[in-house]
């Protein structure tokens, strides 16, 4: 039982010439909650970028790295966030190529008329293309690894290519009608 203002004990390694053996210690001041994990796990799958994940739960990039490396169910984690995060940058790259993103900006004055019409264009999508290519072939290992535990519901299954036809063919079909 803890006093009042006293740290809880937990469990760690401690590391030894003859091996490593576990002694209760009070819990290190920096050490990461469930709370701050699940935060940096959902930035993690919203950006795909493990610094800005980091920064925003207030904790340098290492230390991720190093928790990575120590915990197995965080690194599972870790790869399911970023497969995530990646499918979601595909299916916005896909969309962007297919439907194009412009959006109108209309400034009135103050009688209600147009004062001036700006149209706004996507971002080029050839920074989104080419931070894919260069993790392709880490995401194509964790896609691999979560269709062997039932997962595997990104864009790469026979199911979101068959669904990716199918609106392709309608929209050349809607296309062919219009003309």
Same mark, same amino acid.
């Given at each position: ?7 809880? /004990? ?22 990461? =909650? ?8 959902? =930035? ?10 980091? @920064? ?41 190529? /297919? ?30 293309? @080419? ?9 194509? =290992? ?14 790469? =299954? ?22």
């Amino acid at each position: 039982m803890t006093k009042a203002g006293e740290a809880a /004990l937990v469990p760690q390694r401690q590391a030894r010439a003859s091996g490593a053996r576990v002694q209760q210690r009070r819990e290190r001041r920096d050490a990461w =909650t469930k709370a701050e994990e699940r935060a940096f796990l959902a =930035t993690l799958a919203e950006c795909c970028n493990i610094s800005e994940a980091a @920064r925003a739960i207030g904790k340098c990039r290492q230390g991720a790295y190093d928790r990575r490396k120590r915990r197995a169910a965080f690194a599972r984690a870790w790869d399911e966030a970023l497969e995530q995060g990646y499918c979601e940058i595909e299916m916005a790259l896909m969309r962007a190529a /297919l439907f194009g993103s412009e959006s109108e900006e209309i400034v009135l004055d103050g009688d209600g008329a147009v004062k001036s019409r700006k149209v706004k264009r996507a971002p080029n999508l050839s920074i989104g293309l @080419r931070l894919l290519q260069h993790h392709r072939a880490r995401v194509t =290992t964790i896609r691999a690894a979560a269709g062997g535990r039932g997962g595997g519901g990104g864009p790469d =299954t026979a199911d979101a290519k068959a669904r990716v036809r199918k609106v392709l063919d309608e929209i050349r079909r809607r296309r062919a009608a219009g003309q």
